[in-house]
C-alpha cells in the first residue's frame, strides 16, 4: 500500500538559514501529497499541496515539488524564521481508504533567532 | 468561523475502562474523520463517517468504534482500554466524504490526549 517516508528530526536552524525537509512516498497510481503543519498548541493545517507530478505548491514562503521520478515531495524554505517553529508532516492520499490520509512520521524544526 | 471542536482535551483512565471522545466539526462541513498520533506510530486514520454512516475504516481492533449524529457531531469509543491506547485522538471536518484525503481541504482539531494508567 501507500507509505511515506519522511526525515527523522529535529532539526534546529538558525534564523533566515535555508529549510530542507526531505520527504519520499510509495504509491500506485497518482495520489495528492501534502505537506501539513502542526504549531505549538494547535491542531494539524494544511501548507501546501501538490495534485500530480511536476506540480509545485506553495504557501508561507515554502516550497514543494511532486517527483514522479524520483518519488520524492521534500519541502523547502529560503530564510526561516523563528514563526516558523514547527512539525511538519508530509501526507498523501491512501489507495486502500481513498478517503483517507497517510502521514510521515513528522519533523520537528526549532528555529533560533 | 469556528473551528473544530473537541472534547475533553485531556483525560486519565486506568486499564480496562472505556472513554468517549467527542467532535464538533466546522459549521456545514458533513464528513468527520479520526486519527490516532503516538510517537511510535505517528498518524494513523481510524475511521471516517458521513451522513451518520461509516465511510471507511482504518485498521484498528473493534475496540474502538465511533458514530456520528445527524447535525454531524462525532463521537469515538475506545473499550477495554489498553496502556497502547495512550495518545493524542485527533478529529477532522471536511465538506463532504473522502473531499479532505483528495484535497488536503481536511481542518484539524487541536486533539484529546489520552492517557492510559
Redesign the interface.
Known amino acids: 500500500g501507500n507509505s511515506v517516508t519522511q526525515m527523522e528530526g529535529p532539526v534546529t536552524l538558525s534564523e533566515e538559514a535555508f529549510l530542507t525537509i526531505n520527504c519520499t512516498y510509495t504509491a500506485t497510481g497518482y495520489p495528492?501529497l501534502?505537506w501539513?503543519v502542526q504549531y505549538p498548541?494547535?491542531?494539524?493545517?494544511?501548507l501546501l499541496?501538490a495534485t500530480k507530478a511536476d506540480d509545485k505548491g506553495s504557501n508561507k514562503g515554502f516550497e514543494a515539488t511532486y517527483r514522479k521520478e524520483t518519488t520524492s515531495f521534500h519541502l523547502e524554505k529560503g530564510s526561516v524564521q523563528v514563526s516558523d517553529s514547527a512539525v511538519y508532516?508530509c501526507?498523501l492520499?491512501?489507495n486502500q481508504?481513498?478517503?483517507?490520509?497517510?502521514?510521515?512520521?513528522?519533523t520537528t524544526l526549532s528555529v533560533s533567532s | 468561523k469556528a473551528g473544530v471542536t473537541q472534547t475533553p482535551r485531556y483525560l486519565i483512565k486506568t486499564r480496562g475502562q472505556q472513554v468517549t471522545l467527542s467532535c464538533s466539526p466546522i459549521s456545514g462541513h458533513r464528513s468527520v474523520s479520526w486519527y490516532q498520533q503516538t510517537p511510535g506510530q505517528g498518524l494513523q486514520f481510524l475511521f471516517e463517517y458521513f451522513s451518520e454512516t461509516q465511510r471507511n475504516k482504518g485498521n484498528f481492533p473493534g475496540r474502538f468504534s465511533g458514530r456520528q449524529f445527524s447535525n454531524s457531531r462525532s463521537e469515538m469509543n475506545v473499550s477495554t482500554l489498553e496502556l497502547g491506547d495512550s495518545a493524542l485522538y485527533l478529529c477532522a471536518s471536511s465538506l463532504g466524504p473522502g473531499q479532505g484525503a483528495r484535497t488536503g481541504e481536511l481542518f484539524f482539531g487541536e486533539g484529546s490526549r489520552l492517557t492510559v494508567l
Open positions: 495528492s501534502f501539513y498548541g494547535e491542531g494539524l493545517q494544511l499541496k508532516f501526507a492520499t491512501s481508504a481513498g478517503t483517507a490520509l497517510i502521514f510521515g512520521k513528522g
